[in-house]
């Protein structure tokens, strides 16, 4: 499931709902995840997509939010590598403060990433201050004014704020983590192509002592892996800086080979902190953006309508049909059945594709091991073999609307010769409940009764389902 089936869905609720009992059948087809209401959206939107016209809309989302993305993406690595050549310029005068990079890697990863918590738990609301104050919100807003193609299709798409705050918040943490990368590689460039003294510095009063437990509280994810690349005491001492003048302390300019070790600190400092717990937060983003897109996609209009329709029988048998629905026992056949059993050893269906027979049984509450349809498009020679395995009890289905022909005679005097019992039940529409008019059970009762076959025999009535009248109430 990704955000092209959303928006194809969004879609197709529009322009292409598809009948009552294609959607039924479809369910049936795919019984097995009727428990699992979005796979069920997913194969329904699968099966309808080739009805869209081209170009699809989710294509032309897709698009804008690769370009999109990826423009961004490229603006914030650039922005993190030129953000730290600019923290790590060493003009050879005085040395590069490590505080202030800290900060870049430490602090402002630690306290963004604290609010895209707060903005994941508000994601649900439609103004979430949290999420729209993110530079990604704003950055796509200022791009959408440079000169491109006009998408007209694009503004009517209303997305759930749910999924847009999401989106939002999924691209973000993608932005931070190129950002950081562009400091790591301006950080690792800058060590190998310049010789850098780093020092510390701050206002506050904080003796090396401190700034050592302060530093290897900080290292807790790689000082037992990598001890190395821990300053120690000794460099800290070494590499504090107190601006007096224009001119270095003469302990530091004495020690300058050594103040570039700050190099392995910043560079984990920046690993851990800005790459590797940004990465977590992306991974994060992308489960809540999954989860999101679930909830869109069920609560999308339309999708309660169309679930209810795949797992819902057409008809529910409650009660008998009132006396003036079904033929009077005067009828023009001798042989007729009130109901239906329910199972039989073969169904078949004239003229009818192999998804209404499944709706037919699945409305009739009718179990068979094999259904086939019969007449219309099939050859004689497949007709021919289908009856041959029609041994047993048969429930054939017929419109009832459509006068028996010739062929059909034909083909159920065949038929006669190989099944023990034939049960011809006329359908009727599915506006009416698949029910036969009455004047059309006398047509197909006068039709039998020129057979003279005791082996077939008329369904009175369509279904075990409730009247018309009970039916149009209830609708």
């Given at each position: 499931?990704?955000?092209?089936?959303?928006?194809?869905?969004?879609?197709?609720?529009?322009?292409?709902?598809?009948?009552?009992?294609?959607?039924?059948?479809?369910g049936l087809e795919y019984e097995k995840i009727k428990n699992e209401p979005v796979k069920?959206?997913?194969?329904?939107?699968?099966?309808?997509?080739?009805?869209?016209?081209?170009?699809?809309?989710?294509?032309?989302?897709?698009?804008?939010?690769?370009?999109?993305?990826?423009?961004?993406?490229?603006?914030?690595?650039?922005?993190?590598?030129?953000?730290?050549?600019?923290?790590?310029?060493?003009?050879?005068?005085?040395?590069?403060?490590?505080?202030?990079?800290?900060?870049?890697?430490?602090?402002?990863?630690?306290?963004?990433?604290?609010?895209?918590?707060?903005?994941?738990?508000?994601?649900?609301?439609?103004?979430?201050?949290?999420?729209?104050?993110?530079?990604?919100?704003?950055?796509?807003?200022?791009?959408?004014?440079?000169?491109?193609?006009?998408?007209?299709?694009?503004?009517?798409?209303?997305?759930?704020?749910?999924?847009?705050?999401?989106?939002?918040?999924?691209?973000?943490?993608?932005?931070?983590?190129?950002?950081?990368?562009?400091?790591?590689?301006?950080?690792?460039?800058?060590?190998?192509?310049?010789?850098?003294?780093?020092?510390?510095?701050?206002?506050?009063?904080?003796?090396?002592?401190?700034?050592?437990?302060?530093?290897?509280?900080?290292?807790?994810?790689?000082?037992?892996?990598?001890?190395?690349?821990?300053?120690?005491?000794?460099?800290?001492?070494?590499?504090?800086?107190?601006?007096?003048?224009?001119?270095?302390?003469?302990?530091?300019?004495?020690?300058?080979?050594?103040?570039?070790?700050?190099?392995?600190?910043?560079?984990?400092?920046?690993?851990?902190?800005?790459?590797?717990?940004?990465?977590?937060?992306?991974?994060?983003?992308?489960?809540?953006?999954?989860?999101?897109?679930?909830?869109?996609?069920?609560?999308?209009?339309?999708?309660?309508?169309?679930?209810?329709?795949?797992?819902?029988?057409?008809?529910?048998?409650?009660?008998?049909?009132?006396?003036?629905?079904?033929?009077?026992?005067?009828?023009?056949?001798?042989?007729?059945?009130?109901?239906?059993?329910?199972?039989?050893?073969?169904?078949?269906?004239?003229?009818?594709?192999?998804?209404?027979?499944?709706?037919?049984?699945?409305?009739?509450?009718?179990?068979?091991?094999?259904?086939?349809?019969?007449?219309?498009?099939?050859?004689?020679?497949?007709?021919?073999?289908?009856?041959?395995?029609?041994?047993?009890?048969?429930?054939?289905?017929?419109?009832?609307?459509?006068?028996?022909?010739?062929?059909?005679?034909?083909?159920?005097?065949?038929?006669?010769?190989?099944?023990?019992?034939?049960?011809?039940?006329?359908?009727?529409?599915?506006?009416?409940?698949?029910?036969?008019?009455?004047?059309?059970?006398?047509?197909?009762?006068?039709?039998?009764?020129?057979?003279?076959?005791?082996?077939?025999?008329?369904?009175?009535?369509?279904?075990?389902?409730?009247?018309?009248?009970?039916?149009?109430?209830?609708?």
């Open positions: 499931m990704n955000l092209k089936t959303y928006i194809n869905l969004y879609e197709l609720v529009k322009t292409h709902k598809g009948t009552r009992e294609e959607n039924r059948a479809l069920q959206l997913e194969v329904w939107t699968k099966k309808h997509t080739p009805t869209l016209g081209k170009p699809l809309l989710s294509d032309t989302f897709s698009t804008y939010l690769y370009g999109m993305t990826l423009t961004l993406v490229i603006i914030a690595f650039f922005l993190g590598f030129f953000s730290g050549v600019g923290l790590l310029s060493y003009s050879g005068h005085e040395p590069v403060n490590v505080i202030y990079y800290m900060a870049m890697v430490v602090l402002l990863p630690l306290a963004t990433m604290t609010l895209t918590l707060f903005s994941m738990f508000r994601a649900n609301a439609s103004q979430s201050l949290l999420v729209h104050i993110s530079p990604a919100f704003w950055m796509e807003k200022m791009l959408r004014f440079l000169p491109q193609k006009a998408q007209s299709s694009l503004q009517e798409l209303k997305i759930n704020p749910l999924l847009s705050n999401w989106l939002i918040i999924k691209r973000s943490q993608l932005l931070a983590l190129m950002f950081s990368l562009g400091l790591l590689v301006a950080l690792l460039g800058m060590v190998i192509t310049k010789d850098i003294a780093f020092a510390w510095s701050t206002t506050l009063q904080v003796s090396p002592n401190e700034f050592h437990s302060l530093l290897h509280t900080l290292a807790f994810a790689w000082r037992d892996i990598f001890p190395w690349a821990v300053p120690s005491v000794e460099l800290i001492e070494q590499s504090q800086y107190f601006r007096l003048g224009e001119k270095l302390d003469t302990q530091m300019i004495q020690n300058a080979s050594k103040l570039g070790e700050w190099w392995k600190f910043l560079a984990f400092a920046t690993l851990f902190y800005a790459i590797l717990l940004r990465f977590g937060m992306w991974i994060l983003s992308m489960f809540g953006f999954k989860k999101a897109l679930k909830r869109s996609l069920l609560s999308l209009e339309g999708a309660s309508i169309l679930l209810r329709e795949m797992n819902e029988p057409i008809i529910t048998t409650s009660a008998t049909v009132e006396k003036k629905n079904v033929v009077p026992q005067g009828s023009h056949t001798m042989q007729e059945v009130e109901d239906l059993d329910g199972s039989y050893d073969r169904t078949l269906g004239w003229a009818m594709s192999s998804d209404e027979l499944r709706v037919l049984n699945d409305s009739m509450q009718v179990i068979t091991p094999m259904a086939f349809d019969v007449g219309g498009a099939n050859s004689l020679d497949e007709d021919s073999e289908i009856i041959s395995k029609c041994q047993g009890e048969v429930l054939f289905y017929v419109k009832s609307w459509e006068p028996p022909t010739m062929d059909f005679i034909d083909f159920l005097e065949d038929l006669t010769r190989v099944a023990d019992k034939v049960i011809l039940a006329p359908v009727g529409t599915v506006e009416d409940a698949y029910l036969p008019k009455i004047k059309e059970l006398e047509m197909w009762g006068r039709k039998l009764q020129q057979i003279s076959s005791d082996k077939v025999w008329l369904k009175r009535s369509s279904v075990k389902t409730l009247s018309r009248e009970s039916l149009n109430a209830e609708s």
